[in-house]
């Protein structure tokens, strides 16, 4: 599988990329529409990744914005009073607001959207995250018997768990080298977000399918090997499975709520076979 590519908002960057599946970055919610004709001219843009660090309450939707799929960062939902106007404009729709981990109010938020009928996510941060008020809004997503919209990052492990398959919740935060690669303005790649802002590149898009055997990418699309040669920390987590030892600067506190996913999305798993039975039945 092609890794989808996630560039600035660049018309020249665009137009050199004939084909590809894109992720466009920009922290101009006006820009979202038309990222959606523009970048979809020459390409597939499969999500407009909108970072914008202000309240829901304070942001002017664009129109058109309902249309395209966006991960949208907020810094909080703002007074709910002026956020409700944009609450109801996003219900149902493709637009997912993120809020930040490191804030204790958003687990609370991502409640209130997701009940509202709003896509909600916790925009997870290594090391600054709130484990209890994950688990609790885990707990909430997973076994939770009122209708509502879906939370990351739980819904993609819930939604699609495999045993025998590759499963990492940083993939809805572009941060999967396995599914994400990111790109400059020049064309040059790197393997995270933190890296691109590093300056750490591994080399350019006109070259992707050597990057691809680039020994560097095979290590990070592939963790397996150095975590399990020391026997502890994340080789003896039973929940790997699902956090691909991602979190290591929060443990040991990642292994209570990365073990309560598994069983979740193991539960999810046996009701999605049990409905196939039903079917063939
Ligand atoms: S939950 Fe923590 S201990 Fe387990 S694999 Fe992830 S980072 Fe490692």
Known sequence: ?????????DRGL?????GRDLVVRTGDIAAVPRLARVAAAHNRLCC???????????????????????????????????ALPRIRRLKGSPVRVFLPSERAESYAQARVLASLGVHAGIWLTPG?????????????????????????????????????????????????PCRYLHLAADGRVALSRQELEAGEFLGRVDAVEE?????????????????????EGCSLCAAWRVCQGRHQADLPACRGFFENLLEAADMFKRKRAAKVALWRA
């Open 128 to 176: 600054r995250i709130d484990w209890d008020r994950l688990d609790d809004l885990l707990h909430y997503a997973a076994y939770g018997k009122l209708e509502r919209a879906s939370i990351e990052p739980f819904e993609k492990a819930l939604a699609t768990y495999e045993p025998e398959e590759r499963c990492d919740p940083m993939a809805v935060f572009f941060d999967d």
């Open 14 to 18: 665009f137009a050199s990329l004939v």
């Open 48 to 82: 407009a990744w909108c970072e914008t660090g202000v309240p829901l309450s304070a942001l002017e939707l664009p129109a058109g914005i309902e249309a395209v799929p966006t991960a949208l960062q907020v810094s909080e939902i703002g007074p709910l009073a002026e």
């Open 211 to 231: 990057l691809l055997a680039d020994p560097r990418y095979r290590r990070r699309a592939n963790p397996y090997g150095e975590s399990f040669l020391r026997f």
């Open 1 to 9: 599988m092609r890794p989808i590519l996630v560039c600035p908002d």
